[in-house]
């Protein structure tokens, strides 16, 4: 058996390693002594996670380990009271409409609210009546109230495919069908949601409220205090909580018939708490083959962008303050992706996580062999899947480089590459162009043509990025590169593109749009001429990847039928950014040779802010500066706890057996961000604000009484 302290040996030295480019195989001794045993290594119990769908309430479960069988009531009114909110989870506290979540999930809505003169993200919001509460511009909130299992019409579609290319387009087209069937039955925004990789399908109806109003969100500074240092860490002190409002088709706050209750002891060490959110994607149950395609290609190449981009929105920050109000929101969001494809990387590069993952495998195939019924079928599936990962990684790479759009990639590329689609549209007969291409719709597509809203600085470290990319992956011997870089460097070439090219001038660029379309296709302009040599290229390689994805979609689903007929609901699904339940227990864990205790207290964020000398990112607002003497700095701020979370999950509320909230979810340690293909209560940790804590901002910091008010009473108190 491999002890627990091997496993964190081979975390931290495969970190260590990924970061310095170096591989297992550069690992020597001692170093090397702690992966020996390697091949006794087993799948756990919970490796795939516990992350269980509301189609299939894990009761039985839940009886044996902890003694605590829910009825379908409990889980009824858990499900209808949790809601799903762009990119995150909220939930209602309130028979009022309030609504509950992390303050990282609305800084886009504090941002839309944002009125001249005003600067909420550093002054933090409070309504302090209703008629304060401010409406958020295309914001809306999806309630969960329709489940059915629509797997065996879809099954039946895709098995009446001939080909693998018959298959697919037989289950999307069943798909359509069945979401445009019940959303004309409902009046719900419906979608088919698949589980087991595309063993079974569930239709998911929601009702979506559109008419949210902002009700409170605290400053910044103290709702991701500690930045991106502390970000993914535990111990943590932060206020990373919002409370917005739903209002009805009448402009009154909605009566919601379900909504989770406020506990005012909040959590406690060692209860078991459940989680219940939209955890977003996990790959829990691909195969090694899989895995290995994410470690070796699209990981490291989303890792590069993403670690560039930081690099680049934190250098303009500091060098331009006055626009960190713009920019701050994208540098979070790359920063924190940054994080997690690290955490992703460093899973993956884990011999012991890697093992594991073989074992459990190797399990699923001789039980698949084990049973003639399904050993013909699907014992050749690992094998094709195997070879289709082959197939795509010899075209990644340039494919890669002759994406003109997408993560760190510059305006002009994107610009020419609309430029050049247009003009091959234009081309064709109108009858023969796309939909976009035709009478008014040109009209918009035109108008849209422009670089908007372009910061030059910004921009020129776009540019030299993407040439950066494209160099690395075409090589030196591709000719329409070197007709780009003419023998300069990418960092040479960025000024003199930016100089040669037209792009900048609208006037230029219009008159291009409504003049030969031949003239942009036999244009000078550096951007417009790469991408007219390169379209049909990129096009060919595009094709040929959506056919790989197809025909490994299609085994895929193959495999997960196997697998289904072997576990069935035993284990969950992977994350689909749809409504799970996963249950764990409040725990610390150990921490640098110490341990960390189940929750932190106000306390320890007074420390950090005077330990780093009051600067930032561990500075505090005005406001906290000088609390009032009814404030008790002893009151739990922050939690950890084994529930199994990923991205999407922010804003989760974490409730007791009684459906009250202790908490709500924000963040997962370092230890955690192997999640994404691997569950370990070990020492993975869900990290959440407690109940307590947050009753003890918003009533003695804040003064936000009609908020405390309507949470202890659980509706709207005048």
């Not at 627990?4 to 170096?22: D, T, V």
């Not at 003419?486 to 040669?500: I, M, N, S, V």
């Not at 996963?582 to 725990?587: C, E, P, Q, S, Y």
Request: hydrophobic share 35%; charged share 25%.
């Amino acid at each position: 058996m491999i002890r627990s302290s091997i496993r964190l040996l081979s975390a931290s030295l495969l970190l260590a390693l990924l970061l310095q480019g170096c591989t297992t195989s550069q690992v020597t001794t001692p170093e090397r002594s702690a992966l020996r045993g390697i091949d006794t290594v087993k799948a756990g119990l919970f490796d795939t996670g516990k992350m269980w769908t509301f189609d299939y309430p894990p009761t039985d479960y839940f009886a044996r380990t902890y003694n605590f069988t829910p009825d379908a009531t409990w889980f009824e009114r858990a499900r209808l009271s949790a809601l799903r909110v762009p990119g995150c989870t909220a939930s209602f506290v309130s028979e009022d409409g309030l609504v509950f979540t992390n303050h990282h999930c609305a800084r886009g809505a504090v941002d839309a609210v944002n009125r001249e003169g005003e600067n909420l993200p550093e002054t933090g919001f409070y309504a302090a009546t209703l008629a304060e509460e401010r409406k958020v511009p295309r914001y809306y909130a999806d309630q969960l109230v329709l489940i059915e299992d629509v797997t065996e019409e879809i099954q039946k579609a895709f098995d009446r495919g001939a080909t693998d290319d018959e298959r697919i387009a037989n289950r999307t087209q069943a798909i359509a069908s069945v979401e445009q069937r019940y959303r004309q039955s409902t009046g719900l925004n419906c979608n088919v949601v698949t589980f087991y990789n595309a063993a079974k399908f569930s239709l998911y109806g929601y009702k979506r409220y559109t008419d949210v109003r902002l009700v409170f969100a605290p400053e910044t500074m103290v709702a991701y205090f500690g930045g991106d240092p502390d970000n993914f860490t535990y111990p943590r002190y932060d206020l990373d909580i919002s409370f917005f409002r739903v209002y009805d088709d009448n402009g009154q706050p909605l009566k919601a018939s379900n909504y989770f209750r406020w506990s005012l002891g909040g959590a406690a060490e060692n209860e078991p708490v459940f989680v219940i959110g939209n955890p977003g994607q996990t790959n829990r149950l691909y195969t090694v083959a899989q895995l290995e395609y994410q470690r070796d290609v699209s990981y490291p190449t989303n890792f590069f962008l993403l670690d560039n981009l930081v690099r680049i929105y934190s250098g303009f920050i500091e060098k331009h303050p006055d626009k960190k109000l713009k920019y701050q929101t994208r540098l979070f969001g790359a920063s924190n992706s940054q994080k997690l494809y690290i955490g992703r990387l460093t899973g993956l590069n884990d011999p012991i996580l890697m093992a594991k993952k073989m074992d459990f495998e190797r399990t699923l195939k001789a039980a698949v062999a084990a049973k003639p019924a399904l050993h013909a079928t699907y014992s050749p599936v690992w094998n094709e899947i195997e070879r289709l990962q082959s197939e795509k990684r010899a075209i990644f790479p340039e494919l890669n480089a002759l994406t003109m759009k997408g993560l760190g990639r510059s305006q002009y590329f994107g610009l020419a590459s609309d430029l050049v689609d247009a003009a091959l549209q234009l081309k064709l007969p109108e009858a023969q162009r796309a939909r976009q291409y035709k009478g008014e719709a040109l009209d918009s597509v035109k108008r849209r043509m422009v670089l908007a809203d372009l910061e030059p600085e910004l921009e020129r470290e776009f540019l030299s990025l993407q040439l950066t990319v494209m160099a690395s992956n075409l090589g030196g011997g591709n000719p329409s590169l070197n007709a780009l870089l003419k023998g300069r460097t990418p960092e040479q070439a960025t000024g003199a593109l930016l100089q040669e090219t037209v792009l900048g001038d609208k006037d230029k660029v219009m008159a291009l749009l409504n003049g030969n379309p031949d003239a942009i296709l036999n244009s000078t302009d550096p951007f417009i001429s790469f991408v007219a040599k390169t379209v049909d290229r990129a096009r060919d390689l595009r094709t040929q990847y959506t056919e790989m994805n197809a025909r490994e979609q299609a085994r895929v689903q193959m495999l997960g039928k196997a697998m289904f007929d072997i576990y069935g609901t035993s284990i969950p699904p992977d994350a689909t950014f749809t409504l799970r339940i996963a249950d764990g227990v409040v725990k610390g864990m150990p921490y640098n040779g110490t341990i960390a205790p189940f929750s932190t207290t106000f306390y320890g964020m007074y420390d950090r802010y005077y330990s780093f000398g009051k600067q930032d990112p561990w500075n505090l607002p005005e406001r906290w500066l000088n609390p009032p003497a009814s404030f008790d700095k002893s009151t739990p701020f922050n939690f950890s706890s084994t529930n199994d979370i990923i991205g999407g999950n922010s804003g989760s509320p974490i409730v007791n057996k009684n459906l009250q909230i202790v908490g709500i979810a924000f963040d997962g340690n370092i230890e955690s961000l192997p999640n994404h293909v691997i569950y370990s209560e070990d020492r993975m940790r869900c990290v959440g604000v407690h109940s307590s804590g947050i009753l003890e901002a918003l009533e003695d910091i804040y003064k936000a009484d009609r908020i405390v008010k309507e949470l202890k009473a659980g509706k709207i108190i005048d």
